[in-house]
């Protein structure tokens, strides 16, 4: 048999060793080739079955990361979903019916169609680690398992935690897996080889989930759990925005995971949702992902000390979380007593993601307090992130720079000021960048790495891996004001203080703005960033910009009302919570949506067009991951084709003519 991605040989107990290693990838993936391969080495076993089959990987990565993404743009049409997902369904049908044993061995990620290959073996032994390698992460691509996973992580592992594992996406560790029986045995590196043989020898009999688990799959009581369930998913997702979720939900309540009707339901289900809007916009999103993350070539200089200059919200939880990610760090400030705060966050940040005590010992470690700047010296970053005033910025550079090692970089989290006139009076200054955080620190994925015309490549590598390395994803943009994400969301944040001067009542703009996608509404956005925070934005884009800054909004920082941090914005905050009041739908603008959201496209076309990020489908990510902007959308720019570019530019030439010169499309709009 000619194998290109597979590997079979029998040892002299007539045990079958199956290794996938999927030839010029550094990850197996189940690609069309490779299920191909592994379709004919399953009519050799059926032909002639061994005494037993041991499926495991031949990279020290992982198992499988689940089906090739990248094929499924070829998928066009629901007939044609169905024809490949069926296909893959009956292979591992054909793997589960085997006249043997089988063990498939866990060594690291096991995701999607990997986990759906493992479980269709009789037993799964996992390698030791406390990561969480473990899941059925489909749902974020607006899709559900689809070669019988729907099915058989509810057989395997019970009505709650499989369908926690489907609904969520969530991956979960090796620990876990066993408790809900996912995995059979847990083995170290050097014996999982004798652990894989004795499970074929002794044949344990496979495990069942709990009793009251099998009694929550009964027919009559489905149809009680099931509208738990939904309340569940619609605190997160509403079903127009987020259809897979509620499938699978529907597929369960429908079948209750049973191999005799289960597996084409789901085939049916899962390719009527491939070929959603929805899910080709996130898949979508996985590109623009990896787009984000591929930015930069590998530097000659490896960051692992980074000193943080400013404990304040901002630096000193950009400090916990380099911490977190395995760093060393220094925090300075002027008193010891403006850190302590910012140790105490830290603190809980660790407590809540590190569930190991010694982990815990280890990053709380690595964050030292650091009130003379003595780790400017040893630190190979830099980052500032003081108050936001020019003067006093470029005075501590000329400081740090006195300290510093010739080969360290020195970064700012400004939000506001552009890099031209911070570098001035830098020994070098295209060796200075942007490195702008967003609050809250733990929870924002992205970071913009800002440069000027001239910054040097090596720069903008460094800020690429470190920004990498700490798992968050980089945006490359041009300085200028409000850099991107500022910028985008600053027309989105006004426009809602134009309606709210209008009278439209507060819950009735965020709802009109959610029912969009945005995962908050502007208003409760202001109150969360902080109103001090969103007018000096608005003055500075303002008077960059030439536009209006809401009166409401400066009459309310006057007064003293900032929003969730002071306990009064535009609403009354308690523990953390908005206190709305009720809508009044007869307020309500027919416009309201595209007011909001086409100032946001707008914005990004003018973003786009002047230079600040030059790819469209980087900015779209940008503002993705930077704003919350509906993930199922794709993007303000791919939202605007989607809908259609000339439209979407008469229809901001109708809001321009009815509220302003603000809607007037930028002359962007003719180069898309």
Same mark, same amino acid.
């Given at each position: ?52 089959? &041991? ?6 990565? $992982? ?42 061995? &866990? ?27 473990? $899941? ?189 990610? $395995? ?49 400017? *010296? ?90 990498? *390395? ?151 990510? $940008? ?13 303000? &720019? ?35």
């Amino acid at each position: 048999m000619d194998l290109k991605h597979w590997t079979l040989e029998t040892d002299d107990d007539g045990i079958a060793w199956l290794r996938i290693d999927k030839a010029d990838s550094s990850a197996n993936v189940l690609s069309s080739e490779v299920m191909v391969e592994l379709n004919s080495i399953i009519d050799t076993l059926s032909a002639a079955p061994p005494r037993g089959l &041991i499926l495991y990987s031949g990279k020290s990565n $992982g198992f499988v990361m689940g089906a090739d993404i990248n094929e499924f743009t070829a998928v066009d049409t629901p007939e044609m979903a169905y024809e490949v997902t069926r296909l893959g369904q009956q292979l591992l049908d054909r793997i589960e019916n085997l006249a043997c044993p089988t063990v498939a061995v &866990i060594n690291g990620y096991c995701m999607g169609g990997g986990l759906e290959l493992v479980m269709a073996c009789d037993y799964r032994v996992a390698l030791a680690s406390k990561k969480k390698i473990l $899941g059925l992460p489909e749902v974020k691509l607006g899709l559900h398992p689809g070669f019988g996973g729907t099915v058989r992580a509810v057989q395997i592992c019970g009505v709650r935690p499989g369908m926690q594992l489907m609904l969520t996406g969530n991956p979960i560790t090796v620990d876990k897996g066993r408790r809900i029986g996912l995995v059979d045995r847990i083995a170290a590196e050097d014996n999982w080889r004798q652990a894989a043989r004795e499970l074929i020898a002794s044949r344990p009999a496979r495990k069942r989930p709990p009793v009251v688990e099998r009694i929550l799959n009964l027919p009559f009581v489905r149809p009680l759990i099931k509208p738990t369930l939904i309340k569940q998913v619609a605190s997160k997702a509403r079903r127009d925005h987020y259809p897979a979720p509620y499938a699978m939900i529907d597929l369960w309540a429908q079948h209750g995971a049973s191999p005799r009707t289960g597996y084409e339901a789901e085939a049916r289900s899962f390719a009527d949702l491939m070929c959603t809007s929805t899910s080709r916009n996130l898949v979508r999103v996985f590109f623009l992902q990896n787009k984000l993350k591929g930015q930069g070539s590998k530097p000659a200089t490896k960051i692992a000390r980074v000193h943080v200059i400013g404990a304040g919200v901002m630096g000193g939880d950009i400090a916990a979380w380099c911490a977190l990610r $395995g760093l060393d760090v220094t925090l300075q400030d002027r008193e010891q007593k403006y850190i302590d705060p910012a140790i105490g966050r830290a603190q809980k940040l660790f407590d809540k993601r590190i569930r190991d005590d010694a982990d815990r010992a280890a990053a709380q470690g690595r964050l030292r307090a650091d009130v003379e700047g003595d780790g400017i *010296g040893d630190a190979d970053l830099i980052i500032e992130a003081i108050f936001e005033n020019l003067d006093a910025k470029k005075t501590l550079y000329a400081d740090v720079e006195q300290k510093m090692k010739a080969d360290a970089f020195l970064a700012t989290n400004t939000s506001s000021i552009r890099l031209e006139e911070l570098r001035t009076g830098l020994r070098d200054p295209q060796r200075f960048v942007g490195i702008h955080f967003f609050n809250p620190v733990a929870l924002m994925p992205l970071v913009e790495i800002v440069r000027c015309s001239d910054t040097a490549q090596e720069a903008l590598d460094i800020a690429f891996a470190f920004v990498k *390395g700490i798992g968050k994803f980089p945006l490359e943009c041009l300085s200028s004001p409000g850099f991107v994400v500022n910028r985008i969301l600053a027309p989105y944040m006004t426009e809602a203080m134009h309606l709210v001067q209008e009278g439209v009542a507060l819950a009735d703009i965020d709802e009109a703005a959610m029912a969009f996608g945005m995962p908050v509404g502007p208003i409760e956005l202001v109150d969360n960033v902080g109103l001090d925070v969103v007018l000096h934005v608005s003055q500075v884009l303002g008077a960059k910009m030439e536009g209006p800054v809401p009166e409401k909004l400066t009459d309310m920082v006057d007064a003293g009302n900032l929003g969730r941090k002071t306990g009064q914005g535009f609403y009354e905050w308690h523990e953390g919570k908005a206190t709305k009041p009720p809508r009044d739908p007869s307020s309500v603008p027919a416009d309201i949506e595209d007011r909001l959201v086409l100032a946001m496209v707008n914005e990004a076309v003018s973003c786009l067009s002047d230079g600040v990020v030059t790819d469209p489908d980087l900015l779209d990510a $940008g503002v993705i991951f930077g704003t919350g902007f509906a993930p199922f959308r794709g993007g303000p &720019i791919n939202y605007a084709r989607e809908r259609g570019v000339d439209e979407v530019k008469s229809r901001l030439e109708g809001l321009a003519a009815t509220h302003g010169e603000r809607f007037v499309p930028h002359p962007g709009w003719s180069t898309l």
